[in-house]
Structures are given as structure tokens and as C-alpha cells.
């Protein structure tokens, strides 16, 4: 019945709507690994989600998350990650967009966790020439919550973020929970010893477009959301149109489809991940 | 399908390659990246950048490389191999990332390519009488064989009567399966060549050329005429296409990359290590055939240095050269070095003169001095030959700030080779060219030059081998003393015998080790985990000097003076070995 035949992919939570975003009793459509889904929520907050084609009487899991509609159309394996941060009480939660993006879930996820690109494509802001180093960082894949984690990642950023006045190395920690969500930690200029937290939960639409939905939780008094939101809607629009002209769409995951350099580290260790788990949904799966 | 691969086929048009755009082109169902560098060069490379796969016909023709969008990555004109990775300036792997090329040949206003065509692009003599003139070309949804097979029905006007309508047109296969047409009206005639590209299973693109480009004003017009004649023909081809069962896309192979390429390459941990990251802020024609390149911090101030150091410079291609500083007394804010461009070079002067651009980051060491200059001489005289110039340039200009006594001998082949005139302006009368001797005139210079040998006097020479070679005699035979003559060599020249095999005692260490035949000294310490510095490692430059404790050292140098070497006391440890059993280093 579903066009998805990965049960690796099928079993996962995926985010599929901001609840900002919807009213209370109205119906949205979305559509999540080639299937149409309407979902809701009634005015206690409570959601629901179906398929489009089966009707509102078989519901699929449902449960609201850090802000999303989050569903699955297999059998949820576990709960959804946890990110801790997300629940202090002074912090500003708030989803930046979800934007549709012509490429593959494992592509996108890959772009996060880059910093090599900084310079060429954040210009200014992100990054800046001659500040084009990747330092040595450490990766390593948890076993205890099997997820990705990099950390002593530094870069230098001439305005990292609304609340940064000038350049800086920044330090970055990513964690990869999820096949197609990454949640990164960076150093907050508000607070020396606590990080803000930026997160993507992407919604396979199919095996090349994606809906990226981007979750902040920040400390930042000085600005009002918008600002904030633009910021980060102006740094995925430049990644936009690198991640439309990747080719192949989808991630290969054999190690000889591309050439990897150090600072792919991270990368590597993702395909890696994903070979393991046997994904075959939005990747070129290794030969055997 | 394999066929067709074998063919030529037009992919773009001569004008879509204007001065420094890249054009985004597809056949047989591969795109290609196709641009045009400065010189002329037209390049048809596979659409993806060997690293993450971005479409390199997004990327940035500066003239003489292509750079990629996302990481910086840049890829040479011709040979595509990829120059320069941003993200590594330090420790880059000695391996050549290479793009994917296509055969490229632009004729009749067409660039021609393939996937793998058998010998030369077609050649046809109905173009050799006039100058030929390519039309706009048009896509086509539909497959190349159905619009091929359409264009016998195409009817124009010749050139010279656009605007009537009575003339008859005769269609033949013409040369390289082309669609041959002649329209004839009167006593007027033009003849049309149509070629169809297979862009994919179900998508052409119809170019065509006309045998004689039009007279000036009427261009346009003959232009707008085929326009639209084949664009009516196209709406005809693709209402039939339509009608037939959509063919599959053709899915051209992704090639793999080498073994080598697909692993990570490791960090280096001991050996020579580039700590200081600088960007070159200024390159420029120093004198013929010397760049001089100017390296200013990316972070932070640059560290002292002193009249006669050296860098050692990481360069993107994996080599490590050694280049001595320039800069004059309190010139702290960059670092200017002068890179002669050898014709024989293995890629590391290749490498600094052609592929390092201004605005590139360079890891280097930081600046070590081994030819260290000694300011209580009664008089100096420094003795340059060719690109030898740099490191005395540094010391004169020391010298000259403090008003010490001294002169710069420069041999040279011309004033055009004369490096750095700007700064040998400032030397004043310090600096006494001598420009264009052969290597007898050179002597007779040298032994006039080094006649009047006094005590405290000191003589600091670099150049070429043979040169310095004779200036060390010349110097002995008027009673110079080694401790007064001072030399760098760029290289040791010196076959190298590594056949011993002797011991170590590392007396600080306490470690013994077994230096086998076909081993460095050098290497077996660091195989053991002692770090040692050096740089040229070649014998040249004096960084992994080491002093001998026991033993009688085997000097393969060209760093160390005679009394040094037979004073048995420092080694080489790069080239150098043991002419004894066993040697005691103070490591």
C-alpha cells in the first residue's frame, strides 16, 4: 500500500507542519514519503493525522514536538529524540521556516552538518575568505542513543548570528539523532557558557524534494522574531540553489561515488551510518 | 547507445560561450559544464564537481580555472586538475583530483564533443568555400532520430530573397548524417546543414549552419526567417512526439573515483609542520620569470624573523618548498618571498607561479634562520647569483638600516632579471650589478671582488651550485677562512648513498635504533615517535642539524662547511649517516 518500502525510513516520526502555523479545526494536506496526508489539530491542541486516501477513521501515530506535527506511516520504532535545551524557560523557541527543497533528505543533512562551504556560500555572514580552514573536530557515533555526534567544531565567523556584533571563531557541536533530522549547538553570544540550538527535521516528501523545517531555540533578548527568522531564512536561501544542483539527487553511498577531504569527516561518518542501517530510501545504496 | 557514443555532435554554439560565462550543456543524456578560458581554450568537462557533486556549470570561469560554488574548490583550464582546496591549506594529500573531460573542438561556429567520438570531428566541404553561419539553435522535445527524420520537409527562403516565398528546396543527407538543404529562388541560392543533438532519449536541440553567412544588414533577418520556420517544424515534431510511447531517460554512467581519491586522507602528526596560515595579499612579476609573492596573516600578527630565514611553504599540490624572506628591518606586517619559475621544475615553482592565485590561503612554517648573518664584520660582502638574491636582499637591507659597511655583488643574465628593483633602488650604491657573464668572466669578477681578504671581514654567498662552488675556492685561495664564508645552496646537487645500515643512541632519549639501508636517519627517529624539525630535507638548509656525541658521521650535506665536517661534531640527520658502527646523538 505505501510507495516507501524502507521500513528503516517508514518507521520514523518526521515532522510534517509547524503548529504555529495551523488553526484550530482546520484541515492542512502535506505529503510525506508519496503520500497524501491531511493532518489537524482541535482547540485543546490535540493533533490528529491521516492518510488522504484511507479516510479520517484510520488515524495514523500522531504527537505534537518542539513545535511540529510530527506522524509516522510505519510502526514508530522508539519516541522522538530528545533535545533537552528546547525546555528552558528562557529560551525563544519558534520554528524559522519549512521550506521545499529539490533534493534528497540525506543531502540536506549533509549540507548542515558542512562547514567548508561557510565562506563561498554564507558570505559575510557565516563565513568569509581567507577564514577558509576546516579545523581538525572529533566525530563519533554514540552507541549508547546510536547518533552521530561532532564535536571541537570551530569556525570563523564574521556575524554569526542577530545577537553577534563582529567576527569570531564560533564553536559548533552537531548531533545527527535521526536519519534525515540534525540538531546543532552553537556558542551563543549572549551567554558564553550556554549554546543556542538550531535544528532541521526534514520531511521526505519523496526520495528528491524535501519540506526542511528549521526549529530555533535561542537566547536572544535584543531581537524580535522576525528578524530572527529572517536570518536563518536568508542563510537556507543561499544553500537552496547549491542543494537544487547537486548531482545525483540522492546521497550515493558508495565511498568511491565522491572525493572526500578531512573536513567531510562528519560526512563520511553519516554515509557510514546510513549504509549500516541498510537505508535505501533517498540514497544510491552502496553495490553489495 | 554505444554508437552513438562514438559520434561527434555539436553541444553548443561558439557564441554561447561568451568571455568568462559557463555554459550548462547536455548530451546522450550527460550534462556538461563547457567554458571557455582566456586564452581561447574551450573545456567540456562532466557537470559535477568531484567533491559533493555540485554542477560545476554553476561555478565561476575566471579566465584560467573554474571554481566550484559550494567549498571554493578550483579545477585548471585544459587539464581540469582540480588546484586548489580552501578548506586544507596545511598537510594537502600528494594526489591529483582530476575532472572528468571531454574531446573539444569548435568549428563552423559549433563546439563539437562526445562521449568517446572515434578520431576528428567530421570535416565538410560545403563549408569550405564560405564562412559559415550558425543559427539559433532550437530544442526539441523529441528524439533525435524522429526530429532528423522531419527536417527533410523544412522549407526556407535563400538569404538573398528573406521576404519572398516561391523558392524550391531540396533536401539530401549530407555529410556526418547531416540534413542537407538548398533553397533556390531565381538566380539566388543558400544551403542550410542541419545537425540534431541527442540531448536525451526524448530531447534534441536542431543546429543549424548556414554555408554563407548572410550580407551585414540582413543577418537579423535571415536569423528571425529561420526562427521561425524551425520553430514551426518543432510544434510539428513534438505534436507527433506526443503520439509515441515516451522512451526512458538514457542514464549515463557516473564513473567512480580512484581508490586513492574516495579515502579520507589522514593528518599528518610529526614531520614538517605549517602552523601559520597566510593569505597571499600581492603577486607580481618581480623580475623575468621570478614572482614575488607577499603573505600576510590570516590571523595575528606574522612572527620575528631574522636577516636570512626561510619558510617552508605547504603548497596545495602536497609539496613542501623552502623560500627565504626578503622583508627588510622592521617590514613585520607580511612576509615577501621571490619564487623563480624553474624550467625544470617537479611542480613546486610550477606550482607557486601557476596555480597559487592572489587571495589564496598557504599554510607555512614559521621563519627558521640557518644562514644567520653576524652584524660585527669589519666589512660585508654578499655574492648573489640569480634568485640567490633573496636571502642577501633581507640582509643588506639590515645592514643598510644600521649603516654598516657593505656591498651587494649581484650576478645576473640582464637588468631584466634583476629581482625586486623597487627594493634594489633603496640598496643605493651598496648594490654593484654584474649582468651577463659567463662562468669564466664570472671568476675573473669573483677573484678581483675577494682579493682584499682582512680579518672580521665576512663573505655570505648564494646562488647556483656551480657559481657558489667557485666563490668558496676563489675565497680559500685569497685566505678566507671557512668561519668567514658563509653559504646557502637552494639544493643538494650530491648523490645520495643511504646503502649503510649502522646504529643510534639517542643519549637524551635513551633509545637505541637500527638505521637500515634505504632509511633516513630522519625517518627512523620519527618512525619511533621522536619529533624532530627539518624542512628541505635534502641536505640543504640546516633544520635537522643534531649534534654528535660518539661516532664518525658520513656528511652528505652541502650545508655544513669543510672545517665543520671534519670536526665530526653535528650532522644532517636528512641526508646524512654513519661511517662508524654506532652514533651517539644529543637528542
Known amino acids: ?288 | 547507445m554505444e554508437t552513438l557514443q562514438r559520434n561527434w555532435y555539436p553541444i553548443a554554439s561558439s557564441s554561447d560561450l561568451p568571455f568568462r560565462h559557463t555554459f550548462h550543456g547536455q548530451l546522450l543524456g550527460r550534462e556538461f559544464a563547457v567554458w571557455r578560458a582566456d586564452d581561447g581554450y574551450v573545456n567540456v568537462w562532466e557537470n559535477r564537481c568531484l567533491h559533493r557533486g555540485v554542477r560545476l556549470s554553476i561555478g565561476i570561469n575566471d579566465g584560467a580555472e573554474l571554481k566550484c560554488q559550494y567549498h571554493g574548490w578550483r579545477y585548471a583550464n585544459r587539464t581540469a586538475g582540480c588546484t586548489y582546496i580552501p578548506a586544507h591549506p596545511a598537510d594537502a594529500p600528494a594526489r591529483t583530483i582530476c575532472n572528468r573531460t571531454y574531446p573539444a573542438v569548435e568549428q563552423y561556429g559549433l563546439i563539437w564533443s562526445g562521449e568517446s567520438p572515434d578520431g576528428e570531428p567530421p570535416q565538410i566541404a560545403e563549408f569550405d568555400s564560405g564562412v559559415p553561419f550558425a543559427l539559433r539553435p532550437i530544442p526539441v522535445n523529441a528524439p533525435a532520430d524522429l526530429v532528423a527524420s522531419k527536417l527533410g520537409e523544412y522549407t526556407f527562403q535563400p538569404s538573398a530573397r528573406i521576404d519572398g516565398d516561391g523558392a524550391t528546396v531540396q533536401s539530401e543527407i549530407g555529410p556526418a548524417g547531416c540534413i542537407s538543404l538548398m533553397s533556390a529562388e531565381d538566380d539566388v541560392a543558400s544551403r542550410v546543414l542541419f545537425f540534431v543533438q541527442p540531448v536525451d532519449s526524448n530531447r534534441s536541440v536542431i543546429r543549424g549552419v548556414l554555408c554563407e553567412c548572410p550580407e551585414p544588414p540582413d543577418e537579423h533577418a535571415v536569423l528571425m526567417h529561420h526562427n521561425q520556420r524551425v520553430s514551426a517544424l518543432r510544434d510539428l515534431i513534438e505534436a507527433e512526439a506526443v503520439k509515441l510511447p515516451t522512451p526512458e531517460p538514457m542514464q549515463p554512467v557516473i564513473h567512480r573515483v580512484s581508490e586513492e581519491l574516495a579515502s579520507m586522507p589522514q593528518q599528518t602528526l610529526s614531520g614538517r609542520t605549517a602552523p601559520l596560515r597566510v593569505q597571499v595579499s600581492r603577486k607580481w612579476d618581480a623580475a623575468d620569470g621570478i614572482a614575488g609573492i607577499e603573505l600576510t596573516a590570516v590571523n595575528g600578527q606574522l612572527p620575528t624573523f631574522q636577516p636570512g630565514a626561510h619558510i617552508d611553504v605547504h603548497m596545495p599540490n602536497g609539496l613542501v618548498r623552502q623560500y627565504s624572506l626578503t622583508n627588510g628591518p622592521g617590514e613585520t606586517q607580511s612576509y615577501t618571498i621571490g619564487v623563480k619559475l624553474e624550467p625544470d621544475s617537479r611542480g613546486g615553482s610550477q606550482c607557486m607561479h601557476e596555480d597559487v592565485r592572489q587571495g589564496d590561503v598557504l599554510a607555512i612554517s614559521e621563519p627558521r634562520n640557518n644562514f644567520p648573518l653576524r652584524r660585527d664584520a669589519i666589512e660585508t660582502l654578499f655574492v648573489a647569483g640569480g634568485i640567490g638574491i633573496t636571502p642577501l636582499l633581507s640582509m643588506a637591507r639590515a645592514l643598510g638600516h644600521s649603516n654598516l659597511p657593505h656591498e651587494l655583488h649581484y650576478f645576473a643574465q640582464s637588468g631584466q632579471h634583476m629581482a625586486f628593483p623597487d627594493v634594489l633602488a633603496s640598496l643605493d650604491e651598496a648594490l654593484v650589478p654584474h649582468l651577463g657573464l659567463d662562468p669564466q668572466a664570472t671568476g675573473k669578477q669573483l677573484d678581483k671582488l675577494l682579493g682584499g681578504y682582512e680579518p672580521a671581514m665576512h663573505l655570505y654567498v648564494c646562488g647556483p651550485g656551480p657559481m657558489l662552488e667557485a666563490t668558496r675556492r676563489i675565497a680559500a685561495e685569497h685566505g678566507w677562512p671557512d668561519e668567514s664564508v658563509h653559504f646557502e645552496y637552494f639544493k643538494n646537487t650530491n648523490e645520495i648513498d643511504d646503502s649503510s645500515s649502522f646504529e643510534i643512541d639517542l643519549a637524551r632519549s635513551v633509545m637505541t635504533l637500527q638505521v637500515p639501508a634505504g632509511k633516513t636517519i630522519l625517518e627512523v627517529l620519527r618512525d619511533s615517535g621522536v619529533d624532530v624539525p627539518s624542512s628541505c630535507e635534502q641536505g640543504a638548509c640546516g633544520t635537522c642539524m643534531t649534534t654528535v656525541l660518539e661516532g664518525e658521521p658520513d656528511h652528505q650535506d652541502v650545508y655544513l662547511n669543510e672545517s665543520e665536517k671534519s670536526s665530526g661534531d653535528c650532522i644532517m640527520t636528512c641526508v646524512s649517516r654513519a661511517k662508524s658502527d654506532r652514533l651517539v646523538l644529543d637528542i
Open chain 1, 1 to 288: 500500500m505505501t510507495v516507501c518500502t524502507d521500513k528503516t525510513v517508514l518507521d520514523q516520526w518526521y515532522a510534517i507542519g509547524a503548529v504555529a502555523e495551523m488553526e484550530a479545526g482546520v484541515e492542512s494536506h502535506t505529503i510525506l514519503l508519496e503520500e497524501a496526508l491531511c493532518y489537524a489539530i482541535d482547540g485543546l491542541g490535540i493533533p490528529r493525522a491521516w492518510r488522504q486516501s484511507v479516510g479520517e477513521q484510520n488515524p495514523l501515530p500522531v504527537q505534537c514536538a518542539y513545535g511540529y506535527v510530527w506522524t509516522c506511516l510505519g510502526e514508530p520504532s522508539g519516541d522522538i529524540f530528545t533535545i533537552p535545551e528546547f525546555f528552558e524557560t528562557d529560551r525563544r523557541n519558534m520554528n524559522a521556516a519549512s521550506i521545499g527543497v529539490n533534493v534528497s533528505a540525506p543531502r540536506a543533512i549533509e549540507n548542515f552538518l558542512d562547514m567548508g562551504h561557510f565562506p563561498y556560500v554564507h558570505t559575510d555572514i557565516l563565513g568569509v575568505e581567507p577564514h577558509t580552514e576546516v579545523k581538525e573536530y572529533d566525530v563519533e557515533i554514540s552507541e549508547k542513543n546510536d547518533e552521530i555526534l561532532a564535536t571541537r567544531c570551530r569556525f570563523f565567523q564574521p556575524m554569526a548570528s542577530t545577537a553577534s556584533g563582529g567576527g569570531a571563531d564560533v564553536e559548533y557541536v552537531y548531533r545527527v539523532p535521526h536519519p534525515f533530522c540534525s540538531v546543532l549547538y552553537k556558542s551563543s553570544p549572549m551567554d558564553e557558557s550556554r549554546m543556542d540550538v538550531i535544528a532541521v527535521f526534514l520531511q521526505p516528501v519523496d526520495q528528491e524534494h524535501i519540506r526542511a523545517h528549521m526549529m530555533l531555540s535561542v537566547l536572544d533578548e535584543a531581537n524580535d522574531d522576525k528578524t530572527i527568522r529572517m536570518f536563518q531564512q536568508t542563510i537556507f536561501g543561499q544553500d537552496k540553489p547549491i542543494l537544487e544542483n547537486q548531482f545525483p539527487k540522492r546521497l550515493p553511498l558508495d565511498p568511491r561515488a565522491e572525493t572526500p577531504i578531512r573536513a567531510d569527516k562528519s560526512a563520511i561518518t553519516y554515509r557510514r551510518w546510513l549504509s549500516r542501517k541498510g537505508i535505501s530510501y533517498g540514497v544510491i545504496p552502496a553495490a553489495a
